[in-house]
């Protein structure tokens, strides 16, 4: 998995220290992060009256600079601070703006807000001498930006820690932190925009990026692309979406194991009324999927001790995950899909973010762990961890998490890793979700797919 990297507050300005001991200064950097976000602006909003709000650190220092950067472009510009600059280089910044800095409390709006006041550095909640003004001001602006990020949101678990404004853009400075895709703070950001200003970053946690799926080769033929076998309970309709989503989603060779046979669906799925165990000691098995519809009694439980016994890769989701609760470390890393309340009932309450939980819950259970939502994270025992962009909210809809184990189980059947086979299928899921639009049903999803798959050759 190759994404754009995301870093915390910590590993920001780790980043940056690298850079500044190659002798790069922050005034420097302030500047070319100032000249990104002015440049944004100007681009998305053209010549309107402008009011940057800056506080006290360098989050207000970049607001200085795009200040006077959008003033020489002949732009009407108004700055208002929070109180003094308390950095060296906000100071320098302070003194380079050659208008006034009226106080925030009682400053008139204007028809495009840049919000200047804090990023990386916000500590604590917005007392409300800031988030008064900060919201009264954002809704008299027509558009609202964001440097680096909205004033008031935590950088790295994307609480909302003040008004919880929707601005139509954010300027992420020189990486995504995790606030850019974790929510509630996520739904806040508009169009989220990267200002490259020359600060590489490294981290083990990504965007999940459009995943490299090639075309079958002149040397494949069913099983090389994968065999899925998806095992059937109480609700067949639910297995019978994840086989439909599997063979959609790429796989070659797609078995519903279970009694229902013949309820709809496609001619090419294969029906088989045998013994799971017996299903799964076929090598030719790539995935064993469990979960959908399984339901939670003794012969759930029963098929899923059978799928777990049996050394095949594993996707297990829905039913099969509140069944495991309790249980410790698993073999053969599985990969498993619980939305957050699968997740509590596997996991228990966990602390911290959600991408702090999910690692967690991975190097609990030895598995990739799939926390989905609207701000779903993938996470490995190895500590890789990634997040997706944000997907439509159409998604909220039965079936839909039937669909994506399908997907997920295609794509560890044609050989991926698990935790990259779980990205690959979290990235189509939310791609054909977007294809389907609005009003869409789980259904629409599979029919998306190999447009889908079409954009991943
Ligand atoms: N990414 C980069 O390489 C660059 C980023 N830049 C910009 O710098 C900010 C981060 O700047 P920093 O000074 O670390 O932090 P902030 O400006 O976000 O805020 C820190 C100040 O705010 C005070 N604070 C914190 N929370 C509150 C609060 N709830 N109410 C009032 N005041 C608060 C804090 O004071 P303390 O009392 O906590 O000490 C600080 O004074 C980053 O986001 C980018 O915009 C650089 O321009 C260069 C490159
Ligand atoms: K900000």
Redo the contacts with the bound molecule.
Sequence with gaps: MNGRPILTAAE??A??AA?FATGVT?EQ??E???GVVAEAAWRHAGRVPTLVLC????????GYVIARLLKARGLKVRVAA?GEP??D??RAMRARWDGPVEPLADVAPAPLLID?L??????????PA?AAPLERLAKAARLRIA???PSGVGTDDGAL?GPGIAYEMTVA???LKPAHRLQPAAALMGRLVLGD?D?PGASKLVEIARPHLPAPGPADHKYTRGHVVVAEGAMPGAALLSAMAAQRGGAGYVTLAGRATGQGGPAAIVRRDAPLGEILADDRVGVALVGPGLGRDAAARALLDVALAAGRPLVLDADALVLLAGSGALSGMPILTPHEGEFTKLFGELPGSRIDRARAAAERSRAVVVLKGPDTVVAAPDGRAAIAAPAPGWLATAGTGDVLAGLIAANRARGLDPFDAACAGVWLHGYAARLAGAGLIADDLIAHLPRALEACL
């Design positions: 920001t300005r980043a940056e850079v922050v950097a302030m070319a992060a100032g506080g006290p650190g360098n989050n207000g220092g970049d929070s308390k950095t280089a906000a200047a804090f990023g990386t550095g916000l500590a604590r909640p917005l007392d800031i440097v680096d990020l820690l400075l020189a990486v200003i600060i």
